[in-house]
């Protein structure tokens, strides 16, 4: 694939070939509580885009996977909204399962230094 048609589409013909046309559209959430992407595997050397799973989140843990998707950002305009390109790929369940375990993690210290908190505070 030249560089030019690598501009256009976005995706170098490998990765255009292991994925779908079907995109994930708008992603938001508002207070933690929406869709957001975790994750990267597979980084592709030609075209730079990598897997990454799309997730139902609440207070920004990922509780439910969406789909997989190969990713390549466009733009990062801010720490709020970056442009991206998105294309559906099989169900990562490598990088669900990584993901759940490590947001699980950060809820059990959380969890924990919470309960620390109050007991040591004696209320």
């Keep these: 694939m030249e560089n030019s048609e690598l501009v256009e589409k976005g995706f170098c013909g490998t990765c255009a070939s292991q994925s779908t046309e079907h995109?994930?559209?708008?992603?938001?959430?508002?207070?933690?509580?929406?869709?957001?992407?975790?994750?990267?595997?597979?980084?592709?050397?030609k075209c730079g885009?990598?897997?990454?799973?799309?997730?139902?989140?609440?207070?920004?843990?990922?509780?439910?996977?969406l789909?997989?998707?190969?990713?390549?950002?466009?733009?990062?305009?801010?720490?709020r909204m970056s442009r991206f390109w998105a294309?559906?790929?099989?169900?990562r369940w490598d990088q669900v399962l990584?993901?759940?375990?490590?947001?699980?993690?950060?809820?059990?210290?959380?969890t924990t230094a919470f309960i620390i908190y109050k007991k040591s505070t004696g209320k």
């Design 67 to 79: 789909g997989s998707y190969r990713y390549k950002t466009i733009a990062d305009d801010s720490v």
């Design 23 to 45: 995109t994930p559209g708008n992603i938001s959430s508002m207070n933690g509580i929406g869709r957001k992407f975790y994750g990267s595997a597979d980084p592709c050397a």
């Design 98 to 110: 990584k993901t759940w375990a490590i947001g699980l993690a950060v809820l059990i210290v959380i």
């Design 49 to 65: 885009s990598v897997i990454r799973t799309l997730w139902w989140t609440f207070i920004d843990m990922p509780v439910i996977p």
């Design 87 to 91: 294309r559906k790929t099989g169900m």
